[in-house]
Structures are given as C-alpha cells and as structure tokens.
C-alpha cells in the first residue's frame, strides 16, 4: 500500500465493513480468567476501557456459548441474561471512548475435562486428549444442529449486551477447529472424512450467525497451521485456503488467521509457510495474528499480506499499544505468570501508560 514518507501503515485509518477505524492495531482476544461463575465483573470495565482509542477495534476474550463450552467459570459466558447484563458496562465504557468492540464466541469442545454437574465435554470424536482421563463425547448429526444454535443465540446475544459484531472462534484446538483438523477429526458421516466435510460444521455455524446478526457483523478466527491441543491437519495450507474461499459466501466482515509460525501457545518458530494465499481468497477484510511486533507488524500492511494486526502479549503489557507505536517509545515488559491469576487488578489493570514510564 501506499503511504506518505515517514508515515507508520500500522497507524492508517481503515474501513472495515461500516466501521471507520482510525488505526490498524487490534486487541486480540486474551483469555483473563478475572470472572465469577462465568459472569463478567466490574473490574473488566476498567481492563477494556485502558486498551480502547478513538476508532479502535478491540476483541474480547474468548466468551461461552453454553454450559458445557467453557474450561473454568473464571472464563466469560453470554449463554444467560445475567452474563449479559454483566457484559453490558463493560461495552458501554468501549463505546464511550470510541472504540469498536466484537465478542469471541467460542465452544472449548474436549479441551473441558469435566463440565458443571458432571457434564462430558463433547468433540467431534471421541479421542481424548494425552492427559485427560474421560473420552470426550462424539457429537451425534441430531446433537450437532443443537450446537450450532448456541452459537447462534450467544451472537444474539452478544447484540443485546451492546457489541458491535461477534467473532467466531474457529482456532486454537477448540470445538470448531476439533472438527477442521484431521489429526482429531475420524468421523465417518457427513462432517468428516473430506475437506469439505470436515469443513461443514464451522461453516453451519458461520451461516447460521450470519443469518442472525448478519454478516457485517460477523468475523471468525482460523489457526490452519497450528496443532494446539493436539490438533493438527496433514495439509494446512489447503485447509486455510478453502475455508478462505467458502467464508466469501456468506461475506462476512472479516477473516482473523494465525500465523504458520505460532505453532504452540508461546511458540514462534521459523516456517516458509504464509497466510498470503488465504489474505489473497478471502474478499474481506483480513486481520493477521501471531508474535508480532511494531516493525513486523508495519511491514505485513505495507507490503498488504494483511489489512489489520492483532496483538496480544504487547497489548496486555501496554494499554497504550497504539501511542506507543506512534512514539517509537519503549514498551512494558508483560509478566506471563500473572496472566491468569484471578486478580482484578495484578497483571490485569496495573500495567502503566507511557505517561507514568518517561
């Protein structure tokens, strides 16, 4: 893309869909682990309202769709009208600063081990992961329809609470991806076997949000090349790439891919792999994720193997992320053994603006 001499890309405005953002930094989705009962505390309010800016785009943490969807209850829910009611300030004080703020939706599949009142998680087999002791559920064809309308009801949802979008969580070794990969996915019928089977429960969930809350309002994370929770695919780059062109379809607001290079949780490695073929098939907008930096990060949108960057590790550590990239200023050093303590204020709100570090 082009740009004025001097002029950071990363710090571009960009329209995204009808949202005018006035930079290209995002808040990734940062599982905090700071609620009660899968409720959202006021103490959130203060956290997301730190890391908003005028015309930024911001993604919360990865928030339930059901009883059975989340790993802790210090993780958020949007299944209840208390967990939404909960949400509701928090997004209001987003919004009061100008920023555009999107739910994670996500479903954790057989990375619960055992969910509330003794509930198996389910999965699309029933191949346990190497330290679990229970075998997760395999989701029968009847059970499955049922799974994809929590999705749906969470981005209703997550409207009511005030959001201004959702995104579905498609990555990371969770339910949608335990469907996606063939290194888990052995099922037989409809949703397995063939790349485009394997693809048909993360794409019913997709057309079945967009159908509720429309696809301008709808995003979806992908980790192709990642193998999290024992999750990996024999051909990546052909999976990303098809899921690339059939999300076109239901022309949804944007496609959030993880970088080949993460392939663990706090991983980076060298790879030859690329997002580029997904960035060039998908036709709207395209946000990259994975180890980035300030230098990384303005060279990927301006040379437009992106249009967005989120960031995750650096945004929790500066809640100025943005001005700090402006400045060219020194950054926070983030302290992974708080990230998730339970905290309401340690490694959660305490991190210092650049005001109170020169």
Known sequence: MANKEGEISLLTPYKMGKFELSHRVVLAPLTRQRCLGYV???HMILYYSQRTSKGGFLIAEATGVSDISQMSPEMPGIWTKEQVEGWKPIVDAVHAKGGVFFCQLIHVGRVLDTGPNGKSPVSS????????????????TQEIPLVVDDFRVAARNAIEAGFDGVEIH????????????????????????????????????VHAVVKEIGGDRVGIRLSPFADYSESGDSNPETLGLYM???????????????????????????????????????????????????????????????????????????P?????????????????S?????????????????????
């Open 320 to 336: 100025d992320l943005p001005k700090r990239f402006e400045l060219n200023a020194p950054l926070n050093k983030y302290d992974r």
């Open 338 to 358: 708080t990230f998730y303590t339970h905290d309401p204020v340690v490694g959660y709100t305490d991190y210092p603006f650049l005001e109170t570090t020169i």
């Open 125 to 140: 087999s029933n191949k346990k992961l190497a330290y679990q002791q229970q075998s997760p559920k395999k989701l029968t």
């Open 244 to 318: 690339a062109e059939s999300l076109n379809e239901f022309k949804i607001l944007y496609c959030h891919m993880v970088e080949p290079r993460m392939k663990s949780v706090f991983e980076k490695v060298d790879c030859h792999d690329s997002l580029v073929p997904m960035r060039k098939a998908f036709k709207g907008t395209f946000i990259s994720a994975g180890g980035y930096g300030r230098e990384d990060g303005n060279k990927a949108v301006a040379e437009n193997r992106t249009d967005l960057v989120a960031y995750g590790r650096l945004f929790l550590a500066n």
């Open 170 to 205: 498609g990555a990371h070794g969770y339910l949608i991806d335990q469907f996606l990969k063939d290194e888990i996915n052995d099922r037989t019928d409809e949703y397995g076997g063939s790349l485009e089977n394997r693809c048909r429960f993360a794409l019913e969930v």
């Open 40 to 42: 959202p505390q006021p």
